[in-house]
Structure formats: structure tokens, C-alpha cells
């Protein structure tokens, strides 16, 4: 089953707002990543926030991470025509072993009209 | 950061004929490479894990004998979709890991095959 959901699935919002996604996930986690993928691209890893850790901040991006609820959200402020793509949030299983994988959300496509 | 790199970003081929693609970690050593499929407008799914020196460890429903997958340097994995079909079209994305303590996965750039 798929571990990562993210809500909402599209969201369209104009230049200098705020944007915020959501992610939930069903089993125990190491690690919750985002990434960004702009259309017919490769990803591009945003932040990373480990499990022990509830918020975290880079740039325009703020995230956080509540494990009790298995949930974590993205936040972009003061968004930009350019931050529009999809972003994905993949969690890292924190079940032991080298070998983790990541699991993927379905993503949420986000367009930032100017 | 990392750099991973894919070859080629765009293949057409007819059905029936093989398509090698390949995944290099260019400034570091990857000791697991990942295979990965995207359908459109969908999520990636993993297809395999893919160890230096040893056999891929594929994921439920991908089939090995399909999808093969080598591993043969710290540097370069190869998956090879044998006798492809139409629907086998997708966009295929490769990430690597070292084996340091951070444990990152650094993406490709992806590689779009099309079967006609």
C-alpha cells in the first residue's frame, strides 16, 4: 500500500502567497523527505526532517513532522511562478537494516499563477 | 551535492527490442542504486534495489527476467527493459546511495522511454 499520501492533490494559488501540503503515512519512520519534480524531471530533494525532529526550516520552506499523528506538512511562503511543479514527500521505514528504502506519496501538483 | 546521471534522457524504440539505460554516480560511490518508474501525472514507484557485486532484490510484481538489472561497479547500474511493449512507456529514474553515515539517495535526471 501506498505509504506516503499527500493532500491536497492539486493546489493553484497566485504569486506571494502562501502554500501548504500535507502528508500522511502509515508505518513507523526513520525519516520523511520532500522533493520536487518539475514536469518530465527528475526530483529534487527539498528537506529532510528525521524522526526525532519536529520542525525545520530551509529558506522559503518550512516543514514539520508529527509522528503521533504520522503526518507532516510543507509550507512555502511567499510563493514564486517557479515553484510551480509537483512535490512528493517519501518516507525512509525505521524498521533497522542498511538497506532503506523510500516510499513515495502521490504528490500534490502546485501552480503558482503570476 | 551528488551528482547522478542517466543515459539517455530519451529513447524510442519499436516493440519488440530491447532498451538499455544506465545510471552513474559521478562524484561518489554508490553501494545501492534504486530503480524507479513513473507513470504520468503518478508516483515513483520502486522497482528494484540494486547492490554493488550482487543480484537486485526486486520489488513485488516487477518482473527480473523483464527488467534486468546490473550493478557492476560502485559507479554504474544498468537496467535493461528486454522486448519491450507499449505499455511498458514510462519515465524511469535512477538514485544512488553511498554508504556514508547521512545514508542520502541522489536522484537522476530520469530517462523517457517511449515503445511504439
Known amino acids: 500500500s501506498q505509504q506516503g499520501e499527500e493532500d491536497p492533490q492539486a493546489l493553484s494559488i497566485q504569486e506571494g502567497e502562501n502554500a501548504t501540503m500535507n502528508c500522511s503515512y502509515k508505518?513507523?519512520?526513520?525519516?520523511l523527505q520532500w522533493y520536487r519534480q518539475n514536469s518530465g524531471r527528475g526530483l529534487v530533494h527539498l528537506i529532510l526532517?528525521?524522526?526525532?525532529?519536529r520542525e525545520k526550516h530551509s529558506g522559503r520552506l518550512r516543514v514539520t513532522l508529527d509522528t503521533s499523528k504520522k503526518s507532516s506538512s510543507l509550507l512555502i511562503t511567499a510563493s514564486r511562478a517557479a515553484d510551480t511543479a509537483s512535490y512528493f514527500c517519501?518516507?525512509?521505514?525505521?524498521?533497522?537494516?542498511?538497506?532503506?528504502?523510500?516510499?513515495f506519496g502521490k504528490g500534490t501538483l502546485l501552480t503558482v499563477n503570476p | 551535492g551528488a551528482v547522478v546521471s542517466q543515459h539517455p534522457s530519451r529513447v524510442i524504440c519499436k516493440s519488440g527490442t530491447s532498451v538499455k539505460i544506465e545510471c552513474r554516480s559521478l562524484?561518489?560511490?554508490?553501494?545501492?542504486m534504486f530503480w524507479y518508474r513513473q507513470f504520468p501525472k503518478q508516483s515513483l514507484m520502486l522497482m528494484a534495489t540494486?547492490?554493488?557485486?550482487?543480484?537486485?532484490?526486486?520489488e513485488q510484481g516487477v518482473e527480473k527476467d523483464k527488467f534486468l538489472i546490473n550493478h557492476a561497479s560502485l559507479t554504474l547500474s544498468t537496467l535493461t527493459v528486454t522486448s519491450a511493449h507499449p505499455e511498458d512507456s514510462s519515465f524511469y529514474i535512477c538514485s544512488a546511495r553511498d554508504g556514508g553515515p547521512y545514508n542520502e539517495q541522489f536522484f537522476g535526471p530520469g530517462t523517457r522511454l517511449t515503445v511504439l
Open positions: 526532517i528525521r524522526s526525532n525532529e
Open positions: 508505518t513507523s519512520i526513520n525519516n
Open positions: 540494486s547492490n554493488e557485486g550482487s543480484k537486485a532484490t526486486y
Open positions: 517519501a518516507t525512509r521505514g525505521g524498521s533497522g537494516g542498511s538497506n532503506y528504502k523510500l516510499t
Open positions: 562524484d561518489f560511490q554508490a553501494t545501492t
